[in-house]
């Protein structure tokens, strides 16, 4: 996983609606970006609420939020309209941004091993270096414990 204080990788992938999204989009600004590895699955459906619910605290701050994970930009779209997500979601099944920030790893589940997307979370500061980095989380008080990362800091 990507370290605090290390230049975040630049990116250019669509969002949910289809647009590209890059990082150099949010040159100036804070920015969440936090990995989920499925779209419409319980844990990354209750992730995703909790951002969504704290989005007006994090805009007071000044701070983006931006959901990745390997889903198709359509999965994207129907995930963001069944939750009423109100940040984008990025699509990068490639795994171009995934595997950047380091969010591609080995896991393990029912005694076998396999390679996927960890859920984890960076904060991106305005001058484009991680300020801080959540390497495995877990979907429940996660958005809260960044909200709190990142107000105790200002």
């Known amino acids: 996983m990507i370290q605090e204080g290390e230049k975040a990788p630049d990116f250019r992938v669509p969002a949910d609606n289809g647009k590209e ?24 459906t209750h992730e995703a609420q909790e951002f969504r619910d704290l989005k007006k605290a994090f805009d007071k701050l000044g701070i983006s939020i931006l959901g990745c994970s390997a889903d198709s930009v359509a999965a994207q779209a129907k995930f963001k309209a069944n939750y009423n997500l109100n940040f984008p979601l990025l699509s990068d099944p490639e795994f171009k941004v995934i595997e950047a920030f380091g969010a591609r790893r080995m896991k393990s589940f029912l005694g076998r091993s396999f390679l996927g997307i ?16 959540w390497p495995s989380v877990s979907a429940k008080g996660h958005a809260a414990e960044v909200l709190a990362a990142i107000s105790a800091s200002r």
């Open 21 to 44: 999204i890059s990082l150099a989009d949010f040159a100036g600004r804070d920015v969440v970006l936090y990995f989920y590895p499925k779209a419409n699955t319980t844990g990354c």
């Open 118 to 133: 960890v859920r984890c979370t960076v904060w991106i500061g305005r001058d484009g270096k991680i300020r801080k980095a």
